[in-house]
């Protein structure tokens, strides 16, 4: 089993999981399902997790029931290597989906579109032109209403609780480009522990913010980096359950031991049944108490 990366996304969906790993692993090539089990008993009934790899970059996939829905606030951006690229992927996950920027040329890419997937999650697809892609598929965070022009402030702060932190380019608003201010983020690249994100402001009047449908899973070695992350990250109390955590900003992180993925793999379904019933009760991760439990 390959060792979960530092950060993951994760994907919330209602009961589609299976059906959109895969679409995704079937459109990505080098693509597959690392893992897959159910955990019984939860808030949602019974909830399939999977694991999968594309082109590279692991993602985690929750059936959990229909809380929460896919918007725009958080996209993947797709750097491809040539136009007929973009077209592809365009013409297989546009399917069934809707357009936020129709397919074509715009002043930062030769061919660029914008659109969801018949799931609701959110891709945008773009020749690279030439450019060096050194990853595949970078999660973008919109920042809008409450937190519109509070992009680099988040990237910022996000740089300050990661002990690995790079910043990227920054491309920013000017005079005129109302309504955003002059000076917040039209674009902007950073990474943390190795990964690659992207933050965008806007300002416009959109209906939609950052919910848990998308959340950033930290994985994390010991009990000590668990209170670490809890506590930089942690600022909503009532959003703390299983491991889940909102930011300031309204981006939602799970701060989850390595072992986890582990502990809920398997056909030993008392013992997964016991890790479940134990982390249930919990808001933040006592790994301790979840090692009894899957020692029974």
Not at 139 to 158: D, H, K, Q, S
Not at 210 to 219: M, W
Request: hydrophobic content about 40%.
């Amino acid at each position: 089993m390959e060792k979960p990366r530092k950060i993951m996304p994760h994907l919330w969906y209602d009961k589609e999981a299976k059906q959109a790993a895969e679409l995704y692993t079937s459109v990505f090539k080098d693509s597959k399902v690392i893992s897959s089990s159910t955990i019984h008993d939860t808030p949602s009934g019974d909830a399939d997790i999977l694991t999968i790899e594309l082109q590279g970059q692991q993602f985690m996939m929750i059936n959990a029931g229909p809380y929460f829905k896919f918007n725009p606030s958080i996209s993947f951006l797709v750097a491809c290597d040539t136009e007929e690229e973009v077209d592809f992927l365009w013409n297989k996950l546009a399917d069934g989906g809707s357009v936020l920027m129709e397919l074509g040329e715009y002043p930062f890419s030769k061919r660029y579109g914008w659109t969801t997937d018949k799931y609701g999650l959110s891709w945008q697809l773009m020749s690279a032109d030439g450019r060096k892609i050194d990853q595949k598929i970078t999660p973008t965070l919109l920042f809008v209403g409450a937190v519109a022009g509070r992009a680099e402030e988040a990237i910022n702060f996000y740089g300050s609780v990661f002990r690995s932190f790079q910043t990227g380019g920054i491309m920013r608003y000017e005079k005129g480009e109302g309504p955003d201010k002059a000076g917040t983020i039209k674009h902007a690249e950073f990474s943390l522990e190795g990964m690659k994100f992207a933050a965008m402001d806007s300002a416009l009047d959109h209906r939609f913010a950052f919910n848990e449908a998308i959340s950033f899973i930290v994985n994390c070695d010991t009990q000590a980096e668990i209170d670490y992350y809890w506590d930089k990250l942690s600022a909503d109390p009532s959003a703390e359950q299983c491991g889940w955590l909102k930011d300031k900003f309204g981006v939602s992180w799970q701060i989850v031991p390595s072992a986890m993925d582990e502990m809920l793999r398997g056909n030993d379904k008392e013992r997964i049944a016991r890790v479940t019933e134990a982390f249930l009760k919990m808001k933040k991760f006592d790994i301790a108490e979840l090692r009894k439990a899957y020692e029974g």
